[in-house]
T-cell receptor
């Protein structure tokens, strides 16, 4: 079973619109969550992290974490062409071995409707 | 500028041949990772390393070896390449330290596209 599950697989919104991406973990050891963004032809890059219950806002991006349900979401407002990318949710363990391994979901492909 | 670089960027290999993918980082990070990315699977961890001389198995290590000769360099080796290993491979670096959190941020290279015929 995939330990980090993302939905939807793909998402399209008009420019200036709002989008919501979802992620759920099935492993209670995963308590730290990251959103990574990958533009076509590039490597993934960390967008933001969230470790505590509630919301975290960075510019047009807001992440929300519910630790009880291990559900994290990413909300994008005022979508711009540069937001078109593959978005990954990733999780790391609370007390790791120092490897700081990340477990990634399969990704959500986000694009703007022209 | 601190960065993670990979070479080659593109590689075509024959089945049964040996392939070496190289990664160099100037972030001065202790930890380094190799992933493969396939449509429908996301990023999957192949091997990782805590520092020079160390290599550890990730989630899908079969058919791959890794080598970490120095802090800066981490190689992925396919001794007998197979068509199922056709993929895009990413190397990443990250800080050491326990407790997850901010230490878990990883910095990725641009990727190597490998085709095994």
């Amino acid at each position: 079973q995939q330990k980090v599950q993302q939905s939807p697989e793909s998402l399209s919104v008009p420019e200036g619109g709002m989008a919501s991406l979802n992620c759920t973990s099935s492993d209670r050891n995963f308590q730290y969550f990251w959103w990574y963004r990958q533009h076509s032809g590039e490597g993934p890059k960390a967008l933001m992290s969230i470790f505590s219950d509630g919301d975290k806002k960075e510019g047009r991006f807001t992440a929300h974490l519910n630790k009880a349900s291990l559900h994290v979401s990413l909300h994008i407002r005022d979508s711009q062409p540069s937001d078109s990318a593959l978005y990954f949710c990733a999780a790391s363990e609370v007390a790791g071995t120092g490897s700081n391994r990340l477990t990634f979901g399969k990704g959500t492909k986000f694009s703007l409707i022209p | 500028e601190a960065a993670v670089t990979q070479s080659p960027r593109n590689k075509v290999a024959v089945t049964g041949g040996k392939v070496t993918l190289s990664c160099n980082q100037t972030n001065n990070h202790n930890n380094m990772y190799w992933y493969r990315q396939d449509t429908g699977h996301g990023l999957r961890l192949i091997h990782y390393s805590y520092g020079a001389g160390s290599t550890e198995k990730g989630d899908i290590p079969d058919g791959y070896k890794a080598s970490r000769p120095s802090q800066e360099n981490f190689s992925l080796i396919l001794e007998l390449a197979t068509p199922s290993q056709t993929s895009v491979y990413f190397c990443a670096s990250g800080a050491a330290g326990t407790g997850g959190g901010n230490y878990a941020e990883q910095f990725f290279g641009p990727g190597t596209r490998l085709t095994v015929l």
